[in-house]
């Protein structure tokens, strides 16, 4: 086992703390408004694509300097401004009484309180209103996407959640991997070997690393993401690279979706730009590569219609003009093929634990 | 002399003029009971439900008339009672109709109910657009179909007299069966009718309501009580003491003269020269114009009228339709309802959130005066779907609407969109009341007013007229209704805004909204509305 490292405590209690005040400013903001007889109104960066820019110094989607007022004076925000001030005081609340909640609660909610959305995403979307008016994932204020992703390996975390509070939990306790969830996402940090984090993208994968003790040999702590890494997922792996300095190594299918997978985690979406705390700009993509399939011959399928456009829209986005992108974008047109990490399998269940992670850990920790 | 009291109300005037019985002498020959009674469909008694309808009709008229000559408010009672039932289609009836009109001089009462076309006044009355029957067609139909006598009780507020008087129909005369006086009764003035009719009351009595509101809607200075077969009272209450101008009393026009009337005229007239015939009898006829017309068409003034050929007085007839030289008819004979009567009308019965009247200057067609007045209802209780409300001389014309010159204007010549009106969807009541000496109705029905082109373009223009503020009430309303519900969104979630804002810091007390409430009322709409783009705009020059 590798040596222990310092951890850093109460990071996740300190993140709640700043939400709620951020949600109080708010709150405040509104009563001076109110009581000085002025329309009360909210600043908030514009989400809009023109004010979505790609830093490529943090090397993630960004907003950019245009903000958007939502004022009560104009007729048609009022609603929505009262169904964001109401956000915010579900949000507090959730805090206060330490509870967690999900989007789909906060719509039925607002129904109750005569503010009815419209539908989910008109609900979803104050939340994200929320998020970039507090400059907080709504992971800090409690709420949380169904959850679906998991983790498996040697880190011990503590509950913060009420019945939970002082409760650990070491994520070797289950061989199939532990959901992260709401009560993951909020723990504590205590303590762990480990000295990487891999990401994997599907779950059969992931049961295969747990099984050939990927984990133990490589020192790692193991993540699936079910596809489309949830928010959540996000927020622990940066909270891995970030709180205890592990590295992070990403795999994924060898097509353009699971690059994209890879890209979300370590550069964001346009979509969550508002956010900056979802990003994990060092994590490394770790396969499977386009050269990857010549390499180890790899039983693949040809590239069909949608994967060469999603290629081709990928090949111009700024997020993949860096190396070892580029080439390996390049590749896949050369040889129009596609690959899922199990394609590994010809070669025996252990060959990707055993030689081929092996070998990219290598190539990657240089 | 002969004179015409001209069209409102044109009701018949149960009062014989002095010096009639000379003239019903005239008329002996025609056996006028009889020869209606075989005619009745023209006056409206074609079958046993529009007998009903038609004999409540003519005593209503007939009892108005009493109290509107004499400027009385007329409160009118009418009872219906069913005696037997006849067959499925017809039932023997009591009708009782009362009024506190000017009564009736006991000496006039035999004739005036039991002597059918009595008076001079019939060619003229004809002329006129009205029947000369009155109530006589309808106590002659009902003798004719139960047998019984007609019951009057009047007093023109002195003595009370009740008769009892039959019809006889071979000689039209009145016979008296039964003649006193009623001792018991003091202080009463006004007439009460009752007779039996056979009749076909439960089809008719939808039509009898709506005759009796309608009536109500011209006749808003009146009380009109109905008690129906079924025992029900129906009420139509007076909503003001204000009552229209009587007509006065006018010459015929020479410009709506024809033969009959011409040879009719000099038979009456005393005049032996033709100078004087034009200046007597005629309206709007002075020395001076006598003479110019006279002059015009080479007649000779000193004529004697009586002395003209039948041929003369067919030219002359026409000379005087044609010569321009004639002022156009004074409209004093005319009686329109005005628009403040015509408003409290519409506005008793029609219950709408808004109302606009126009009462037209006087025009002519035809040497006959008219003047058309038009309201229209909006909103409120007007049902949807825009309904026509017809009246001539402030009789309701409640058949044939499709035929009518005023449902031409609203539904063929009136471009409602332009007013921001869906006549099929809107809650609009449109009335035409068109009165005048004469009335150009269609056919002998007399239900329905010809589309005579300056009758038509007095009432599109009053229309139009209506319309225009119609439009301008309902644009008004629009904006009011936006402010309104624009205000209603700010009412809706500053409260809740300042009540989450407050329990987010733990406020106990939620800081008041009124004084933004008070701001939000006076911003203009104008102000507020602006794009979401515009205030994105204006937050990057913020930033």
């Given at each position: 086992m590798a040596k222990k490292r310092k951890i850093l405590k109460g990071v996740s209690q300190a993140r709640k703390k700043d939400s709620q005040e951020a949600l109080k400013a708010l709150a405040e903001g509104i009563i001076d408004q109110i009581r000085k007889a002025d329309f009360p109104s909210v600043t908030m960066p514009s989400r809009t694509t023109d004010n979505i820019y790609f830093d490529k110094k943090l090397k993630q989607y960004v907003l950019g300097g245009k903000v958007v007022r939502r004022t009560a004076r104009n007729v048609t925000h009022l609603k929505p401004l009262t169904q964001l001030v109401w956000a915010g005081y579900i949000a507090s609340t959730l805090l206060k009484e330490n509870k967690t909640s999900t989007l789909r609660d906060v719509f039925y909610m607002a129904e109750g309180e005569g503010l009815a959305f419209e539908d989910q995403p008109e609900s979803d979307r104050i939340i994200t209103e929320l998020e970039s008016v507090i400059k907080h994932p709504r992971e800090d204020f409690n709420i949380f996407p169904e959850e679906r992703s998991a983790m498996f390996g040697n880190l011990e975390v503590e509950y913060t959640v009420p019945g939970y509070e002082g409760r650990r939990l070491n994520f070797t306790m289950n061989p199939d991997g532990?959901?992260?969830?709401?009560?993951?996402?909020?723990?504590?940090?205590?303590?762990?070997?480990?000295?990487?984090?891999?990401?994997?993208?599907?779950g059969a994968m992931f049961t295969r690393f747990v099984e050939e003790k990927a984990w133990k040999r490589y020192n790692a702590l193991l993540i699936y993401t079910a596809g489309q890494a949830p928010r959540a997922t996000r927020a622990i792996i940066r909270r891995l690279n970030v709180e205890l300095k592990l590295p992070v190594y990403l795999f994924a299918d060898a097509d353009p979706w699971g690059l994209h997978i890879c890209q979300v985690i370590i550069s964001g979406s346009a979509n969550a730009a508002h956010i900056p705390e979802l990003v994990t700009p060092s994590a490394k993509w770790a396969g499977v590569y386009a050269s990857d399939i010549v390499k180890y011959d790899l039983p693949s399928t040809k590239l069909n219609e949608q994967d060469i456009k999603r290629l081709q829209e990928i090949g111009k986005d700024p997020r993949y003009q860096s190396e070892p992108w580029k080439t390996e974008i390049n590749k896949f047109f050369e040889i129009k093929k596609k690959a899922e990490q199990e394609a590994f399998s010809r070669y025996g269940l252990?060959?990707?634990?055993?030689?081929?992670?092996?070998?990219?850990?290598?190539?990657?920790?240089? | 002399m002969l004179s015409v009291r001209c069209a409102s109300p044109g009701r018949s005037s149960r009062i014989p003029p002095e010096g009639v019985p000379s003239l019903a002498e005239t008329f002996k020959e025609i056996s006028p009971a009889d020869f209606f009674y075989r005619n009745r469909d023209v006056a409206g008694f074609s079958n046993p439900t529009r007998a009903v309808y038609s004999t409540v009709r003519e005593l209503v008229e007939n009892s108005l008339d009493a109290c509107e000559t004499r400027g009385i408010l007329p409160d009118i009672f009418i009872r219906i009672t069913s005696l037997q039932g006849a067959s499925d289609v017809s039932q023997v009836l009591k009708i009782l109709v009362s009024d506190n009109g000017s009564g009736i001089p006991p000496q006039y009462v035999p004739q005036a109910f039991g002597q059918v076309l009595f008076g001079s006044k019939y060619v003229l009355k004809q002329m006129r657009g009205t029947f000369g029957l009155g109530g006589k067609m309808a106590y002659l139909y009902g003798q004719i179909t139960t047998n019984a006598p007609l019951r009057i009780v009047t007093s023109t507020g002195s003595k009370v007299h009740e008769f009892s008087l039959m019809i006889d129909i071979q000689r039209n005369r009145p016979k008296v069966v039964q003649q006193k006086e009623l001792k018991k009764i003091k202080k009463w003035r006004g007439t009460m009718v009752e007779f039996s009719i056979e009749g076909d009351y439960y089809r008719a009595s939808p039509k009898i309501v709506e005759y009796l509101r309608q009536t109500a809607m011209v006749a808003p200075y009146a009380n009109i009580s109905f008690i129906d077969v079924e025992g029900r009272l129906i009420r139509f209450m007076r909503a003001t003491n204000l009552m229209p101008k009587s007509p006065k009393e006018t010459l015929p026009h020479p410009h709506g003269i024809d033969v009959e009337n011409l040879q009719r005229i000099i038979e009456f007239s005393k005049d032996r020269n033709m100078q004087q015939f034009l200046t007597k009898n005629f309206h709007r006829v002075g020395k001076a114009t006598a003479k110019l017309f006279l002059n015009e068409f080479k007649i000779d003034p000193r004529k004697d009228p009586k002395k003209l050929s039948h041929d003369e007085i067919v030219e002359l007839a026409r000379a005087l339709r044609s010569f321009e030289g004639f002022l156009p008819p004074d409209a004093s004979c005319l009686s329109p309802l005005g628009e403040n009567l015509l408003e409290a009308g519409i506005r008793k019965e029609l219950q709408p959130e808004f109302v606009a009247v126009e009462s037209r200057k006087p025009s002519a067609y035809s040497g006959h005066p008219f003047i058309v007045e038009v309201g229209v209802a909006y909103g409120g209780k007007v049902q949807q779907g825009g309904s026509l409300y017809r009246f001539a001389n402030r009789i309701p014309l409640l058949y044939d609407e499709s035929s009518d010159v005023s449902w031409k204007v609203v539904n063929q010549l009136m471009n409602w969109k332009r007013y921001n009106v869906d006549l099929a969807t809107a809650p609009l009541a449109v009335v035409v009341h068109v009165c005048s000496t004469k009335i150009p109705y269609k056919t002998v029905g007399k239900e329905y007013v010809a589309d005579r082109p300056e009758i038509e373009r007095?009432?599109?223009?009053?229309?139009?007229d209506v319309a225009r503020r119609l439009s301008l009430f309902l644009s008004k309303r629009l904006s009011y209704e936006r402010e309104k519900r624009r205000f209603d969104v700010f009412e809706r979630y500053l409260p809740k805004m300042a009540k989450y804002a407050a329990s987010t810091v733990g406020l106990k007390s939620v800081p008041s909204v009124k004084p933004l409430l008070v701001k939000a009322s006076k911003l203009s709409s104008e102000v507020v509305e602006g794009g979401k783009e515009k205030e994105d705009l204006e937050g990057s020059v913020a930033s």
């Open positions: 532990i959901v992260i969830g709401p009560a993951v996402a909020t723990s504590e940090f205590v303590d762990t070997d480990a000295d990487k984090v891999i990401v994997i993208e599907k252990s060959f990707i634990v055993d030689k081929y992670l092996k070998s990219r850990l290598e190539e990657l920790e240089g | 007095e009432i599109m223009n009053a229309m139009r």
